[in-house]
């Protein structure tokens, strides 16, 4: 393009308004030397306009062929004003030289023309006769290399190579360098360092870089905004101004953008407070492009879509129940039997006869608290055992090994003790809540009431699911939920998980969601179908949610911190099973077992004279008598084993001993007298001899009884 007709070209945008606010101009290095040329003019109809050019080092040479060159363009030009040679006449000097060191390497050579070989007349360029000279001089032209008043002239694939550019910005009358580029750099403020431009004054005289194209006509975006009175965290419209989580989302989004997007909110209601309409009714205004786009929490639904292009989701997608709950546990007179389940009631209570019965087994033979009538006995095992409880048993333990059983058994009760305690503190003083409602089988099945949201698609969903119409009642607000629900107006409240736990933010104490959740694709904002904002505007909520600024803006408006119960019930507390303490009883019981196996093992080795004589008689029957005059009868602590030999001698009067009798035999034989038997009752003959004939038989013992 021509100098003039750049000047030309660049007044008629001023004209149209094209060279304000807004718009960028580049210009390449064939119009740069335009300010130069033209001077003021330019500046005039160009400002805030970019150029690039070839950078030249001022260097003294430069300076000197400066100062020669403006003497001699003064003398041959009185009155004229030009600050010295421009770039491009640089350039034509140091081409002049390259022309003369080509021709000096190329020397004479002889001018004649060369012809065509398919000369026909034509003019075409490839069938001009050509000279031997200018081909030498082409030739060592292109080899030409050296130092100029630019720098080094060297020419590379047909193009004189620079390396260095400098970027130009028009202010005002003036232009300014406001960087360069280079290869190790590229763009930067200084040649030998990375930094950023100097500050570029931009058409309009702004110093903001501008956002780029603008929409067409440059208007702004009409967007429609839902009139939604219940749910002002998510939207809501004041004054002329949108707020609320979805419009500050869509905010922060097209803040980001690197171009500029004016826009205006317009509520989509009568000016009464109420709505014009349903939300498919809104999204088909921008179908009808009577909106550029609609703001607010509007779901993405696939009806819709058929109508407009949605942006990504920007919130939670799906659909629940909210339902009522209630404390699962009551508190009855038999409270404390919760705590333990039935089998480690019956579990503990056998353990603790069974603990009973070992100590009072050791015991009874060398205590005498444990011995008495049967029934004292008896009455002593489950006092002791029971006593044990809450360690306030009185009677005195004088064998190890019942020392050992108990000792056990003692850490079994004390973690029973403390288990139990703290079970049945959480039974009676933490809460157990439960849905009231667990599925919409379940409501349909009693022919309950089921809320949602006005103005939605819910209607269409609850029909798709078999409830009845009649059986669905409208709300528009958290308040309005929580006096349904409370008052029992409806079972449930069907809603998207957004409203949900906005409503649980308020009243999490009394109510849950429970159920399955239905999918849907959250909220989304709508453009018309083919609108270049809808990929730049998922690209900005991708951008803020991988930030974490979506978080925070979620935190801001709709979730604030709130304490709520935990209404899992795999985290409340159930009754202890016999499963949690089988390791224990085993522990215990083991080492009960093991004291009365001990027990009985030394007993009998202390006896082991008696119940070898016994067995050597051959009767089964003497020798459980033995057995049970050993563990049975007293024994004093401080016997020896001689001593109890005495004692297990001495006969009692209901069963005489073997040694008695045969003594008694002998002396009435001895003295012949007679015996008093009954009459009519023969005695029979027994034949007896003078010798030692020792102790008899337990089946003589016996069969004399």
């Known amino acids: 393009m021509s100098y003039q007709l750049a000047l030309k070209f660049f007044q008629l945008a001023k004209d149209e308004g094209m060279m304000g606010q807004g718009y960028v101009w580049i210009v390449a290095y064939g119009l740069t030397d335009i300010f130069d040329v033209v001077g003021s003019p330019a500046l005039d109809v160009m400002n805030g306009v970019l150029g690039v050019e070839p950078y030249v080092e001022d260097t003294e040479r430069l300076q000197d062929f400066k100062q020669r060159w403006q ?246 997608s799906g659909v629940r129940m909210l339902v009522p709950v209630r404390d ?119 022919g309950d009431y089921v809320g949602y949201l006005s103005d939605s698609f819910l209607p269409g969903l609850l029909k798709r699911l078999k409830i009845n119409e009649s059986k669905m009642i409208p709300f528009n607000s958290p308040e309005e939920y929580n006096d349904a629900l409370s008052t029992g107006k409806v079972a449930v409240i069907v809603d998207e998980i957004p409203y949900l736990k906005l409503f649980l933010n308020k009243y999490c104490h009394n109510y849950t969601m429970v159920g399955p959740t239905y999918k849907f694709d959250g909220f989304g904002y709508a453009f018309p179908r083919g609108s270049p904002l809808t990929p730049e505007i998922s690209r900005g909520i991708l951008e803020l949610a991988s930030k974490g600024r979506m978080a925070e803006l979620e935190k801001e408006f709709l979730y604030v911190d709130t304490v709520c119960p935990d209404k899992d019930d795999s985290q409340t507390s159930s009754s202890l099973t016999l499963h949690s303490f089988i390791g224990l009883f085993m522990i215990t019981g083991a080492s009960s077992l093991l004291a009365l196996v001990l027990h009985v093992g030394i007993t009998l080795y202390n006896n082991r004279t008696h119940l070898i004589s016994a067995c050597s008689q051959g009767s089964w029957r003497g020798s459980l008598v033995i057995l049970s005059k050993i563990f049975r009868e007293h024994e004093d602590s401080s016997n020896t084993p001689d001593k109890e030999e005495t004692r297990i001698a001495n006969v009692d009067l209901a069963v005489e001993s073997p040694w008695s009798m045969s003594n008694h035999i002998i002396e009435n034989f001895d003295s012949d007298t007679d015996t008093g038997s009954p009459a009519g009752e023969e005695t029979p003959g027994r034949e007896v001899s003078n010798q030692d004939l020792g102790p008899p038989s337990f089946a003589y013992m016996h069969s004399e009884r």
């Open 71 to 316: 003497e001699k363009y003064k003398r041959e030009n009185p009155g004229t004003k030009l600050n010295g040679p421009i770039l491009s006449g640089l350039y034509a000097y140091d081409t002049v030289w390259a022309l003369a060191l080509a021709a000096e390497k190329a020397g004479y050579v002889n001018s004649d023309f060369m012809p065509s070989e398919t000369n026909n007349g034509s003019s075409d360029f490839d069938k001009i006769n050509t000279s031997k000279a200018a081909e030498k001089l082409h030739d060592a032209f292109l080899k030409t290399s050296f130092y100029g008043m630019t720098g080094k002239f060297h020419i590379q694939d047909w193009k004189l190579v620079s390396t260095t550019y400098k970027i130009i910005n028009v202010v005002g009358q003036d232009k300014r360098v406001v960087g360069f580029w280079t290869p190790g750099f590229n763009i930067s403020r200084n040649l030998n360092k990375k930094a950023d431009l100097y500050t570029i004054v931009w058409p309009g005289g702004s110093d903001k870089a501008p956002r780029g194209w603008l929409l067409p006509a440059n208007k702004k975006l009409k967007i429609g905004v839902p009139f939604k009175p219940g749910f002002s965290n998510f939207i809501q419209f004041e004054n002329g101004k949108a707020t609320g989580f979805c419009a500050r989302v869509f905010e922060e989004v097209i803040d980001a953008l690197p171009y500029e997007v004016p826009f205006h909110y317009e509520e989509f209601g009568d000016g009464k407070g109420e709505s014009n309409g349903t939300y498919d009714s809104l999204i088909y205004k921008v179908y009808l492009n009577e909106f550029d786009a609609v703001v607010g929490d509007v779901t993405i639904l696939a009806n819709r879509s058929l109508y407009v292009d949605f942006t990504l989701p920007y919130t939670e």
């Open 328 to 446: 699962k546990r009551q508190k009855t007179a038999w409270t404390f039997l919760k705590p333990l389940s039935a089998d480690l009631w019956l579990g503990t209570g056998a353990f603790f006869v069974f603990t009973g019965f070992i100590v009072w087994f050791i015991e009874h033979r060398t205590n005498q608290e444990f011995r008495g009538p049967p029934a004292n006995q008896i009455g002593s095992i489950f006092y002791f055992s029971f006593s044990t409880l809450v360690f306030a048993h009185r009677e005195k333990i004088v064998n190890n090994l019942s020392r050992i059983a108990l000792v056990v058994w003692f850490f079994v009760v004390l973690i029973l003790q403390q288990s139990y305690t703290a079970s049945l503190s959480s039974i009676l003083t933490v809460e157990q809540l439960q849905p009231t409602v667990t599925n919409l089988d379940e409501v349909i099945r009693r």
